[in-house]
């Protein structure tokens, strides 16, 4: 008989990027999949979402593309990830306030003012692809002047999770 814990379980910010992860997952996007878990200060899961096209417009119209007319691309309409997570909380709002968000992309400036106005404190990001571009450095001057933390998932060693549904 086994007399002491697992030693392999998913420490728990690994754990909350994999579900944002996950999440990313029903994204229909062809070329940016973005998932976001919402988690309070005693590691609760407040929300999750995943970017997309708004409630009620047909993903079958819906512009994917990247590049072309402004009007043609999926830019002027997509939801993000982290609008949705905090759009798709059901709870009190005050529930938010000092929360945690996984991203697995750092949060453009539309969604920086999102997280700061919803109350949210801390993020936690796995890649920062965009690092130079005028929307994420516009996040940073704004998550530094709210006093919004960021910082990028500190991973102990590469992971692949696999989960089998058959079982």
Known sequence: ???????????????FMAIAKLSAMRSKD????????????????????????????????????????????KYPYVCHAEMNAILNYRGSKKDLEDAKIYVDLFPCNECAKI?????????????DKYANTDGTIASKKLFDECGVEYEKID????RDIHI????
């Open 1 to 15: 008989m086994e007399t002491k814990k697992r030693e392999n379980y998913l420490p728990w910010d690994e754990y």
């Open 115 to 127: 997280i700061i106005q919803s109350g949210i404190k801390k993020i936690i990001y796995l890649s």
């Open 30 to 73: 062809p070329s940016t999949q973005v998932g976001a878990c919402i988690v309070s200060n005693d590691n609760r899961i407040l929300s999750i979402g995943y970017n997309g096209a708004p409630n009620g417009y047909d993903d079958d119209k819906f512009p994917w593309a990247r590049e072309g007319e402004n009007l043609e691309t």
């Open 164 to 167: 089998d549904l058959s079982k």
């Open 155 to 158: 991973l102990k060693e590469e």
